[in-house]
T-cell receptor, first 109, second 113 residues
Framework: DAKTTQPNSMESNEEEPVHLPCNHS???????IHWYRQLPSQGPEYVIH?????VNNRMASLAIAEDRKSSTLILHRATLRDAAVYYC??????????WGAGTKLIIKP | DVKVTQSSRYLVKRTGEKVFLECVQD?????MFWYRQDPGLGLRLIYF???????EKGDIPEGYSVSREKKERFSLILESASTNQTSMYLC????????????FGQGTRLTVV
């Protein structure tokens, strides 16, 4: 199964863009990269996923490196409600997701 | 709105008790999962199921069993609860196989005393 590396924590000011990096150098060629976030006292929620090209949705953008060994989740304008732990999660061999420690995002007002 | 519902947000049980954690999804998903989450250890997969009456062990199945008699319901059973099973338990479901979005319940915080 693929492994991921993310910074333990990051800080950002409110209403500024945030770039959350993830290294997934062992991912296979057909595996999508998923991103989830977990707000305090809640279960994880899906943010975005992609395979090779950059992806956008209402929550965020996902930039995937050309060699697919890394990706960056972009929150264009962080709010206090975006404070959470963000996980990049490649799929495992049995349809489950592989979870690392994630990045705790701290938003300063 | 799609939903994964776990039967309890908080549970306190005694050592040795048999504990049932229930999870229901309303999205007709094939796959269902049980994870536990502990500080510093992230989410760890206990069991999963990709069809009714099917179950597969995850990374930490010891001390747990599961039941999936209906497609929408996936139960986690602690046969004889122990204090080291005090944890946050998370249920998830996903459609189909491979690269799909998973939906999580709110979690059950179980304390075994």
């Amino acid at each position: 199964d693929a492994k991921t590396t993310q910074p333990n924590s990051m800080e950002s000011n409110e209403e500024e863009p945030v770039h959350l990096p993830c290294n997934h150098s062992t991912i296979s060629g057909t595996d999508y990269i998923h991103w989830y976030r977990q707000l305090p006292s809640q279960g994880p929620e899906y943010v975005i996923h992609g395979l090779t090209s950059n992806v956008n949705n209402r929550m965020a953008s996902l930039a995937i490196a050309e060699d697919r060994k890394s990706s960056t989740l972009i929150l264009h304008r962080a709010t206090l409600r975006d404070a959470a732990v963000y996980y990049c999660t490649p799929p495992g061999s049995n349809y489950q997701l592989i979870w690392g420690a994630g990045t705790k995002l701290i938003i300063k007002p | 709105d799609v939903k994964v519902t776990q039967s309890s947000r908080y549970l306190v049980k005694r050592t040795g008790e048999k504990v049932f954690l229930e999870c229901v999804q309303d999205m007709d998903h094939e796959n269902m999962f049980w994870y536990r989450q502990d500080p510093g250890l992230g989410l760890r997969l206990i069991y999963f199921s990709y069809d009714v009456k099917m179950k597969e062990k995850g990374d930490i199945p010891e001390g747990y069993s599961v039941s999936r008699e209906k497609k929408e319901r996936f139960s986690l059973i602690l046969e004889s609860a122990s204090t080291n099973q005090t944890s946050m338990y998370l249920c998830a479901s996903s459609p189909g196989r491979g690269n799909t979005e998973a939906f999580f319940g709110q979690g059950t915080r179980l304390t075994v005393v």
